[in-house]
């Protein structure tokens, strides 16, 4: 393929935007290479500025559940464009996506919706502490929660320390709140607990990690997490914003059958329009402003266009509840495929799958944690990512990324993937 184009933009977007990218894994640092630069997209495919088609296995990194450009949101969209933007007002449209989202979702009463990920996540952190009147919290090593300060962290010299800045500009005050725990290790969070007793407003994980590649929680960990927080007198909160109805119409609480006392939300509540939200039962979010004293405010939060997209896909999907098995069927023969693919041919290779996620790990079993993710051989993962793309197949540009499938893609585009990844193993 020819990247002529995208070589020439990323070089004119380097003079004007730090790295030539608005968000760091777009750069292409950690396989090499310069990032391609996309121009359109439809179904289950995107196209790039030199004219390149892809099949897509990002869709926008989880929201594009329904594919690109779907009739049904494109046009909804386009009506409510009609009667304006942005308002800066309360709207129907903000009640009644609530309402769906709410009558999804059985444990939660109210919902605020906010602009991003990041922005839930922060947010659902601060009215946790305001809740608990308690300053610290637990997260996972390698899970993300935005690039709020508190969630900017690494781990110390074992699971009882306090984190560490992990990015310049955030203080050691901020960090020095946040505690690590190790994924799919109670014992871990559990150490942390005994180490600092009635100090511990929230812990807060992806239901299932999506950022250190997909590694779904092993069998009991949540629960056994719901206990311990309920035996701690802190609050559960689920990081949803990936697996919020795309795991399952109630996400991954109803997947798993494991209740969050906050749940954050992202992605497919937007249809591929910026929107974040945070929701839990009612004593807990009378406590944000203008009810309570937690304070939280955004001028563009649930902005008209946002909340168009995000309700018409949320109702497409509550129409068509068989969309979930068909992803989840097509992620699950990939993933076998896949996995046989290479080991016949003596690779080793571990693939995560859960739902309508999944990730490649070479050179290693299973992956359960960041250390095992850490392990495996990225080297590999690169040289498969390009020549993947330079046949036609866009993948995350990351070994620690979450490949999305959407309902778009079927037995065509499966096919295509099985036939490119035989040609790679036959070039190395």
């Given at each position: 393929m020819i990247f002529k184009r995208s070589r020439a933009l990323f070089e004119e977007a380097r003079k004007y935007i730090p790295g030539g990218v608005n968000s760091p894994v777009r750069?292409?640092?950690?396989?090499?290479?310069?990032?391609?630069?996309?121009?359109?997209?439809?179904?289950?495919?995107?196209?790039?500025?030199?004219?390149?088609?892809?099949?897509?296995?990002?869709?926008?990194?989880?929201?594009?559940?329904?594919?690109?450009n779907h009739t049904e949101v494109v046009e909804?969209?386009?009506?409510?464009?009609?009667?304006?933007?942005?308002?800066?007002?309360?709207?129907?449209?903000?009640?009644?996506?609530?309402?769906?989202?709410?009558?999804?979702?059985?444990?939660?009463?109210?919902?605020?919706?906010?602009?991003?990920?990041?922005e839930a996540c922060m947010s659902a952190i601060r009215l946790a502490r305001g809740y608990t009147?308690?300053?610290?919290?637990?997260?996972?090593?390698?899970?993300?929660?935005?690039?709020?300060?508190?969630?900017?962290?690494?781990?110390?010299s074992g699971a009882a320390t306090f984190g560490n800045p992990n990015s310049p500009g955030v203080t050691n005050g901020t960090a020095k709140d946040t505690l690590l725990a190790r994924y799919n290790d109670i014992d871990s969070?559990?150490?942390?607990?005994?180490?600092?007793?009635?100090?511990?407003?929230?812990?807060?994980?992806?239901?299932?990690a999506g950022n250190m590649g997909c590694v779904p929680p092993k069998k009991?960990?949540?629960?056994?997490?719901?206990?311990?927080?309920?035996?701690?007198?802190?609050?559960?909160?689920?990081?949803?914003?990936?697996?919020?109805?795309?795991?399952?119409?109630?996400?991954?609480?109803?997947?798993?059958?494991?209740?969050?006392?906050?749940?954050?939300?992202?992605?497919?509540?937007?249809?591929?329009?910026?929107?974040?939200?945070?929701?839990?039962?009612?004593?807990?979010?009378d406590f944000l402003s203008p009810e309570g004293k937690v304070y939280q405010a955004g001028t563009l939060s649930g902005n008209p266009i946002a909340m168009c997209a995000g309700y018409t896909t949320l109702s497409i999907l509550k129409s068509d509840l068989d969309i979930y098995d068909r992803i989840t069927q097509t992620t699950k023969i990939l993933s076998t495929e896949l996995k046989a693919i290479f080991e016949s041919a003596g690779i080793q290779i571990c693939i995560n799958q859960c739902t309508s996620m999944l990730t490649l790990f070479f050179g290693i079993s299973e992956v359960?944690?960041?250390?095992?993710?850490?392990?495996?051989?990225h080297d590999m993962f690169?040289?498969?990512?390009?020549?993947?793309?330079?046949?036609?197949?866009?993948?995350?540009?990351?070994?620690?990324?979450?490949?999305?499938?959407?309902?778009?893609?079927?037995?065509?585009e499966i096919d295509k993937t099985l036939t490119i990844s035989k040609k790679f193993i036959s070039s190395i």
């Open positions: 750069a292409f640092k950690s396989v090499g290479g310069t990032p391609i630069f996309i121009k359109s997209a439809k179904g289950a495919y995107l196209t790039d500025e030199d004219g390149n088609k892809y099949i897509d296995y990002i869709n926008s990194w989880g929201p594009m559940i329904l594919g690109h909804a969209v386009r009506k409510q464009m009609q009667n304006g933007f942005s308002f800066g007002t309360p709207t129907e449209l903000e009640t009644e996506i609530a309402k769906l989202i709410t009558s999804f979702v059985p444990n939660i009463d109210k919902i605020r919706m906010v602009n991003s990920g990041t009147s308690r300053n610290k919290i637990i997260k996972f090593e390698g899970c993300y929660h935005g690039h709020s300060d508190s969630f900017l962290i690494k781990a110390g969070v559990q150490s942390l607990f005994e180490n600092n007793k009635n100090e511990i407003a929230a812990v807060i994980l992806e239901p299932i009991d960990f949540l629960k056994q997490l719901k206990l311990l927080c309920k035996d701690n007198q802190s609050l559960l909160i689920f990081d949803e914003v990936m697996t919020g109805f795309r795991a399952k119409l109630g996400g991954a609480q109803d997947f798993f059958n494991v209740q969050a006392d906050i749940v954050t939300y992202g992605k497919i509540i937007g249809g591929g329009m910026p929107v974040g939200a945070f929701a839990a039962r009612k004593e807990i979010m359960s944690n960041f250390d095992d993710a850490s392990k495996a051989d690169n040289k498969y990512f390009h020549f993947l793309l330079e046949n036609g197949i866009y993948l995350p540009p990351s070994g620690y990324e979450t490949w999305f499938i959407s309902d778009c893609i079927k037995e065509d």
